[in-house]
């Protein structure tokens, strides 16, 4: 099996098979991210192939001063988080053209979830957080993340990361305690 930074140089020079190991090698940690961030909705693939896509095309600038993992671990959040930005938009755009018409449909996310599938819960659970603590959450519970990684990925001091992680957790505790 060839190496990592051995593949980054084959892909780098065009070769087709190497990138295709690389994006084998770390494909489910980045849709374990996306998912996590975005719930199991059709976006989330989108996002998920997004963040090859993206990588091919910067694989040049890649430096290697993190791990492969952690860049598109960081490049699978930033997407992921304006597919967030992008929902807040169509749900606000959403609301008035609804208001204008009169008719007006909202999807009530607080409703009890399907309580026999705990992973499930916890997705949906996931979702309710707001995005700072969502992605704290998913880097260290889910990806599993140092929270000094944590802090390097998201350009934060380890206290915020470990203050959000704690605040994350709570409120994520406090909507499943709700659902039980």
Known sequence: MTAEPELLIQARTGDQLAFRKLVEK????VRAT???MLGDCPE???VAQEVFI???KSMAQFKGDSSLGTYLTRIAINLSLNELKKRKRTTWLTFFKGNE??????EDTHSNPDRSDTREMVNKALQLLEPDFRTVVVLRMIDGYSVKETAVMLNL???TVASRLARGQKKLKQILEKWM
């Not at 770390?26 to 940690?29: A, F, K, L």
């Open 101 to 106: 018409e009169k008719e007006i449909q909202i």
């Open 44 to 46: 989330a693939m989108d």
């Open 26 to 29: 770390h494909e489910q940690q």
């Open 34 to 36: 996306v998912l996590g």
């Open 54 to 56: 993206r990588f091919y």
């Open 157 to 159: 001091p380890e206290g």
